[in-house]
Nanobody, 115 residues
Framework: VQLVESGGGLVQPGGSLRLSCAAS????????MRWYRQAPGKEREWVAE????????YYTDSVKGRFTISRDNAKNTVYLQMNSLKPEDTAVYYC?????????WGQGTQVTVSS
């Protein structure tokens, strides 16, 4: 199983980035997909999740209205559109494929929000 994140980088406050996570080696359409982030010196934090069919979506309060999670089961990919970025969004972002009996993680992609 592989989860490969991409799309991170350096962006100014107020800017946007779109993260992608391409999955292989698993039945992607069966999994809940989640995004987490970890800032320096802090614990990993859950950011957003989308159920297997995309029917239910949830966000942590700090990103509601700014971030959008989506998935394309035909492409085995989950996305995180991040708008109105703030310096406090700076972190390594990880995607996670979750079922109660299986749990997979990507290697992470760095997002830095700074002027």
């Amino acid at each position: 199983v592989q989860l490969v994140e991409s799309g991170g980088g350096l962006v100014q406050p107020g800017g946007s980035l779109r993260l992608s996570c391409a999955a292989s080696g698993l039945t992607f359409s069966s999994y809940v997909m989640r995004w987490y982030r970890q800032a320096p010196g802090k614990e990993r934090e859950w950011v957003a999740e989308i159920t297997s069919t995309g029917g239910n979506i949830y966000y942590t309060d700090s990103v509601k209205g700014r971030f959008t999670i989506s998935r394309d089961n035909a492409k085995n990919t989950v996305y995180l559109q991040m708008n109105s970025l703030k310096p406090e969004d700076t972190a390594v972002y990880y995607c996670n494929a979750y079922l109660p009996w299986n749990d997979y993680w990507g290697q992470g992609t760095q997002v830095t929000v700074s002027s």
